[in-house]
């Protein structure tokens, strides 16, 4: 093959990567949007009269499970692609610089923004201080009562993927000297029992919904980023995103079920959501293009910083929608993609002199990004 063919070819895989990440982030933020918004009013009554159609979107939240899994992927395929791990001083200091670029600005952005609304025009009390300190060092989630954060509650995933960052090198170098199936394995029973102890303990969700928890999310996307570098893609990508689906639409059935006892949620349930997660990225990554994601694929770039507002947004416009959706969600929306490109813009990727790049405006060909 000629060099500058190969290199178109080259480029071309990594924009069809990058569509499918974004394609699936895009997919993510969506279903979290939908069960912040219609959450409740899906569940009752309509959710009983019809369970199978509505498991999906009446569990959105698990849309967090499949940015877990993402991170993991990307994260991961340079790092499988090199066949080393971040291990020298200097790699570390370039990985850790790179996400803490990556993950921080905004996060602290938004944090101030959420305290600021919270404590509105009253000086902020002695247990909102000590919340927003154990918020601003990342140790609320080690602390079951503020886990959630009452003034920011999306902020437990950013603690996760924090934590899920620090711990990744040495995850990552361990992970290219055991075998996959082993360390796949042997992390998904650790998980599940972390969970299980959480759940019995009250539950305590450090352990059930923290990096302990949630670890294996994670390493599914290592899975599917080392299978993607050293494996063909499947011959049959879309059996594969079909059978991903059917495992999550069972996971969100059996989560559902109004007598599952916590051992179905602490174990079923995230096996067959990670499993279906993984199946639908590797048949994703078989088939994606950039011409084929659209502004679904925008809407995916835009995901991290639409997380962090969508929340907050929420209760400053429309309060109460979850359950009486009936206030102008539609202004909502606008006003929410609105500032979430902003931030997108300009406290995601400043640094980025071609804004249309961000955008889709203008073809480029790069590694994806982690959020």
Do not use: K
């Not at 190969?6 to 982030?25: E, N, Q």
């Not at 969506?30 to 569990?59: D, K, Q, T």
């Not at 599940?192 to 352990?207: H, N, V």
């Not at 006003?335 to 203008?362: K, M, N, Q």
Request: aromatic residues 14%; proline residues 8%.
């Amino acid at each position: 093959m000629e060099p500058g063919r190969r290199d178109d070819d080259a480029g071309r895989r990594m924009a069809d990567r990058l569509a499918a990440i974004d394609l699936l982030r895009g997919v993510a933020i969506l279903f979290v949007l939908v069960h912040h918004l219609y959450g409740g009013f899906i569940r009752a009554p309509i959710f009983l009269e019809h369970p199978v159609l509505l498991a999906i979107p009446a569990n959105g939240l698990y849309g967090v499970n499949l940015f877990f899994v993402l991170s993991g992927f990307v994260l991961f395929l340079p790092i499988v692609r090199r066949g080393a791990a971040p291990v020298g001083r200097l790699e570390l200091r370039h990985f850790y610089r790179r996400r803490a670029r990556r993950l921080l600005p905004l996060y602290y952005l938004s944090v101030a923004v959420a305290f600021a609304l919270a404590a509105g025009w009253a000086w902020p009390s002695a247990g909102q201080w000590r919340t927003l300190a154990s918020v601003v060092t990342f140790a609320f989630q080690f602390d079951g009562p503020r886990f959630f954060p009452q003034f920011h509650p999306v902020l437990w995933s950013l603690a996760v993927e924090v934590s899920f960052s620090l711990v990744f090198p040495l995850l990552a170098g361990i992970w290219l000297r055991v075998p996959m199936p082993y360390l796949l394995g042997t992390v998904v029973v650790a998980t599940t029992c972390a969970r299980c102890l959480g759940m019995a303990l009250g539950p305590w969700l450090p352990l059930v919904s923290g990096l302990p928890g949630r670890l294996d999310d994670f390493a599914f996307g290592m899975a599917a980023a080392w299978l993607y570098a050293r494996r063909p893609p499947p011959q049959r990508p879309w059996t594969w995103i079909a059978s991903g689906v059917v495992l999550v639409q069972l996971a969100c059935l059996a989560s559902d079920v109004r007598t599952a006892s916590w051992i179905l949620r602490a174990t079923v349930v995230p096996w067959l959501l990670a499993a279906g997660f993984f199946a639908i990225l590797r048949g994703a990554l078989a088939v994606a293009r950039p011409t084929t994601a659209g502004p679904l694929q925008v809407v995916g770039r835009m995901s991290y910083s639409i997380y962090l507002w969508h929340l907050m947004l929420r209760d400053v416009l429309i309060p109460g929608v979850a359950f009486a959706p009936r206030t102008p969600v539609g202004v909502y929306l606008v006003t929410l993609f609105v500032v979430s490109a902003v931030s997108y813009r300009w406290v995601e990727f400043g640094h980025v002199r071609d804004w249309r790049t961000l955008f889709l405006l203008r073809r480029e060909t790069s590694e994806p990004r982690a959020a």
